[in-house]
């Protein structure tokens, strides 16, 4: 998935990109998990959301 095709969760630190058996991509948004707003498999790609948050630093 590239960027054009994520939108903003692309670059998004809860987002998780997973391959479904048929070898799709699809992406997790691990904030469902502990905020309901969010849908566990956004439809992609995600314009704008109140949820992103940049990947944390790697030190
Ligand atoms: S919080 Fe928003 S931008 Fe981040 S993965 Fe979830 S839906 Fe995508």
Not at 15 to 43: M, N, Q, V
Not at 50 to 57: H, I, K, L, M, Y
């Amino acid at each position: 998935m590239n960027r054009a095709q994520t939108g903003v969760c692309g670059t998004c630190r809860h987002a998780k990109r997973l391959t479904t058996r048929g070898g799709g991509d699809i992406l997790l948004c691990r904030l469902s998990e502990t905020d309901s707003k969010f849908p566990r498999y956004p439809a992609l790609p995600v314009l704008s959301c109140p949820g992103w948050s940049a990947p944390e630093a790697v030190s």
